[in-house]
């Protein structure tokens, strides 16, 4: 009963959570909050919020302007990118036929593409666990960092791109292996 309870406020806390987010970008993009979105408006609103789930994007510092760059950047530069604005459109398609949505809809939106994301992530970090254990260094969970090379499969965004300074910075690295 009080596992109920306990999940029952966290389904709470995420809704009040989504509705925040949703309530953010549509301001930051200048949309107004009650009505109908258009299609390309709801694509808009759900890559940004693609951005602040999976990124990091802080709307409470951001203007429009700011999130078309980064969507921009995104597009250019991060090879997982297309399959999270695929994964955000295929969740809307399966939420909702229609084309138009509105707050409460998008909200809904929004939670299922977080419960579909979590998924999509797990995938990634079961391929990095299968690439590392493979190599021939591995001992007691670790590797040689000369045995690591970046990693692309089709329709997955590439893995072990960070520099040997960014790995430093996480304090991942021990001894110059």
């Given at each position: 009963?009080?596992?109920?309870?306990?999940?029952?406020?966290?389904?709470?806390?995420?809704?009040?959570?989504?509705?925040?987010?949703?309530?953010?970008?549509?301001?930051?993009?200048?949309?107004?909050?009650?009505?109908?979105?258009?299609?390309?408006?709801?694509?808009?609103?759900?890559?940004?919020?693609?951005?602040?789930?999976?990124?990091?994007?802080?709307?409470?510092?951001?203007?429009?302007?700011?999130?078309w760059k980064a969507r921009s950047y995104l597009q250019t530069s991060?090879?997982?990118?297309?399959?999270?604005?695929?994964?955000?459109?295929?969740?809307?398609?399966?939420?909702?036929?229609?084309?138009?949505?509105?707050?409460?809809?998008?909200?809904?939106?929004?939670?299922?593409?977080?419960?579909?994301?979590?998924?999509?992530?797990?995938?990634?970090?079961?391929?990095?666990?299968?690439?590392?254990?493979?190599?021939?260094?591995?001992?007691?969970?670790?590797?040689?960092?000369?045995?690591?090379?970046?990693?692309?499969?089709?329709?997955?965004?590439?893995?072990?791109?960070?520099?040997?300074?960014?790995?430093?910075?996480?304090?991942v690295l021990s001894g110059e292996s």
């Open positions: 009963h009080s596992l109920a309870i306990v999940a029952a406020a966290i389904e709470h806390l995420v809704h009040g959570e989504s509705i925040s987010i949703v309530y953010a970008i549509l301001t930051t993009l200048g949309l107004p909050i009650p009505g109908k979105r258009t299609e390309e408006e709801v694509d808009d609103i759900l890559d940004t919020f693609m951005m602040v789930y999976a990124f990091g994007v802080n709307l409470d510092v951001s203007v429009a302007e700011d999130v991060h090879s997982g990118w297309p399959q999270l604005q695929a994964l955000a459109k295929d969740v809307r398609k399966s939420t909702f036929s229609k084309n138009g949505l509105d707050f409460g809809e998008i909200v809904q939106v929004v939670e299922h593409i977080g419960q579909k994301y979590v998924d999509w992530q797990g995938k990634d970090c079961t391929r990095v666990k299968e690439e590392l254990v493979s190599k021939p260094s591995h001992h007691q969970g670790r590797v040689k960092l000369s045995e690591v090379q970046p990693s692309q499969l089709t329709g997955r965004r590439q893995l072990f791109t960070q520099s040997v300074e960014d790995l430093r910075k996480l304090s």
